[in-house]
RNA sequence: GCCCUCUUAGCUCAGCGGAUAGAGCAUCGGCCUCCGGAGCCGUGUGCGCAGGUUCGAGUCCUGCAGAGGGCGCCA
């Protein structure tokens, strides 16, 4: 029908154009034109069959590198020195580490790029603060993950006493002037900061490294560059005292050109001349093809003016791309930002805790015989993996309401649901004592209407993964596997497995039953969440 | 005031300009001595409102309403 408007044809007639011009013999058992120019093809089952074979003897599941390696850098999860990880974190660290996994599936080359918030004015009261209480203590505090506390009682501080207030003031143009003694207790802030980050990450099965973290201070030599350069370029108004850049197209209040400020009345610089260091460090230095933000929605706006104003300043090239990842926010059951009934925001180890006690509960009640170690590591994968699909299951354009029991659920589209699915399918090889890697390429054999959607759906795995990668979507990919997962269980009903009817039928479905295990179990992982054998 | 995002079934959500808009949960009704019932099959209800573009609009455009967010020296 798209063919039929380029070449201004009736669709219809197109289309019986088509049906006369190929030959189908051997892929297709029936091909007729229907609606408004649809063609539909009913493929021949031992098509069909041969390609379930050669999916199931590939390693990658039919899943084909992209042609032209790209080089992405993907900017995600960004949490604050010497402040405690919390919801607002979740979604960034989740969503960008499954953007990761699915590139590198694809071929490129991934550079994660966690951009801490490592700098600014609040550290010169949380190194006052440090001082007070002592290095140890602090240290101690920090490591243990007490980031809250540390910096609730600076602000404290900070806010009763004139006195350490002037001391902060101080200790920040120490810290900015490079104050030797000032700037390694900036450092013991940050390591620490790190250290506990990636305790998180461990915990949160994301791929971060230590390695990954090239925070806001990394690029605090390049900013004087970024406003000289700008100037050079003509790009730079002195307005109000502030080095700003007005990109043509946007406006704020009154409908008054809009602001970007670089440098503000003081010399100091925003993080919008960070942003632009940034992008040219990725650019020149990093050398990516394309840039990924994984931010929060609310930072559209300022994004747009930075990828502008790099591209107006050159900085950005045609070849290269810079794309905000945005999302919503992560909403309580009142339907308002997620937050403790104190009004506080909520630690992500807190989460994470209560997610796999809650697994651990469920797993306890519905089968007794997992214990011990096996029983503590499914409950991690199953309450982590709740978690991380609630998570990318929805647009992640929109809000999305936590709900434990919801996301826990065996039922529905979740992260337990596609476990257990995948779980199951191993329970058939462990009782029928059959070692899939043993199984015959040639075996399959579409018969029954519900092997030959199974086989549809496998099939439909390379397309399901790209499709997630070209709009940075993962949730297209959950909605593969849970669709996944159910045409499975329908097969399952239908279509005895162990005790089919004869030899042939038995081995062929098996084949199908390990397809559909490995291929629930790699798109699991392109999500972060793990496939345990049993549960 | 200007700008952005969102609004689909009772609830939580899919829906990529194409056919009769789909899932899950909840409801109701069936099935199966079932290879893990955490199942299968069926059942009813819906695109916020009004225009426009198109052979065709939940999808694109405009306006309106509601919700959330952003808009000069924090990041």
Redesign the pocket.
């Known amino acids: 029908?798209?063919l039929?408007?380029r070449l201004g044809r009736n669709?219809r007639d197109v289309a019986a154009e088509i049906l006369e011009a190929v030959d189908l013999t051997g892929v297709a058992r029936d091909v007729e034109v229907?609606?408004?120019?649809?063609?539909?093809v009913t493929l021949e089952a031992t098509f069909l069959a041969d390609l379930a074979g050669e999916t199931w003897a590939d390693e990658r599941l039919g899943l084909e590198p992209d042609a032209a390696s790209q080089r992405l850098v993907i900017d995600y999860s960004a949490p604050?020195v010497a402040k405690e990880m919390h919801v607002g974190h979740l979604r960034s660290t989740v969503i960008g580490d499954a953007l990761a996994r699915i590139h590198r599936r694809l071929g490129h080359e991934v550079v994660p790029e966690n951009h801490v918030?490592d700098?600014?004015?609040?550290f010169g009261m949380l190194i006052e603060h440090l001082v007070d209480v002592g290095e140890d203590a602090a240290v101690a505090e920090l490591s243990v993950g007490d980031l809250n506390r540390f910096y609730q009682d600076a602000r404290a501080s900070f806010d009763a006493s004139d006195g350490f207030k002037e001391r902060a003031r101080e200790r920040v143009v120490r810290l900015q002037a490079g104050d030797a003694e000032t700037v390694r207790l900036w450092r013991v802030l940050v390591d620490q900061s790190a250290a506990y980050f990636q305790v998180v990450y461990d915990r949160l099965g994301v791929l971060l490294t230590p390695d990954d973290i090239v925070g806001?201070s990394f690029y605090n030599d390049a900013l004087p560059g970024v406003v000289d350069d700008l100037r050079a370029l003509g790009l730079l108004t002195l307005?109000?005292?502030?080095e700003?850049v007005f990109p043509p197209g946007f406006?704020?209040?009154?409908?008054?050109?809009?602001?970007m400020?670089v440098?503000?009345?003081?010399g100091?610089?925003?993080?919008?001349a960070?942003d632009l260091a940034t992008i040219r460090h990725r650019v020149d230095d990093t050398h990516a093809d394309r840039i990924l933000y994984v931010v929060g929605?609310?930072?559209?706006?300022?994004l747009a003016m930075v990828f502008a104003v790099a591209r107006l300043a050159g900085w950005l090239p045609d070849g290269v791309t810079a794309e905000h990842v945005?999302f919503?926010?992560v909403?309580g059951a009142d339907?308002?930002?997620f937050k403790t009934r104190s009004g506080a925001s909520v630690r992500l180890v807190d989460l994470l805790d209560e997610a796999v006690a809650r697994a651990e509960a469920?797993?306890s009640e519905?089968?007794p015989d997992l214990v011990g170690d096996e029983r503590a590591a499914v409950a991690r994968a199953v309450g982590i993996g709740a978690v991380k699909y609630a998570d990318l299951?929805?647009?992640?354009?929109?809000?999305?309401?936590f709900?434990f029991d919801?996301m826990l659920?065996?039922?529905?589209?979740?992260g337990?649901?596609l476990?257990?699915a995948h779980?199951?399918i191993?329970?058939?090889f462990?009782?029928?004592e059959v070692d899939p890697a043993a199984l015959d390429v040639g075996a399959v054999v579409v018969g029954e209407p519900q092997e030959r959607a199974l086989v549809l759906a496998l099939l439909g795995f390379p397309?399901?993964v790209r499709?997630a990668a070209e709009?940075s979507?993962p949730?297209?990919l959950c909605?593969?596997l849970?669709?996944l997962a159910?045409t499975f269980?329908?097969f399952?009903?239908?279509?005895?497995?162990?005790?089919?009817d004869d030899e042939a039928t038995r081995a062929g479905?098996l084949v199908l039953c390990d397809l559909t295990a490995r291929t629930l179990s790699a798109g699991l992982d392109l999500l972060g969440i793990e496939a345990p054998?049993?549960?």
């Open positions: 029908m798209a039929g408007k669709p229907a609606g408004p120019g649809f063609l539909n604050n918030g700098w600014g004015t609040p806001e307005d109000d005292g502030a700003c406006t704020g209040r009154d409908g008054s050109p809009q602001p400020i440098r503000n009345r003081n100091g610089y925003g993080y919008a960070t929605a609310p930072q559209r706006d300022h945005q919503g926010n909403l339907g308002k930002m469920a797993i519905r089968n299951a929805s647009d992640r354009v929109k809000d999305y309401v709900d919801r659920a065996f039922e529905g589209s979740t337990p649901y476990q257990y779980a199951r191993r329970s058939i462990r009782r029928g397309a399901a499709h709009t979507h949730h297209r909605g593969y849970f669709d159910q269980t329908s399952y009903e239908a279509c005895p497995v162990l005790r089919a479905r054998e049993r549960m």
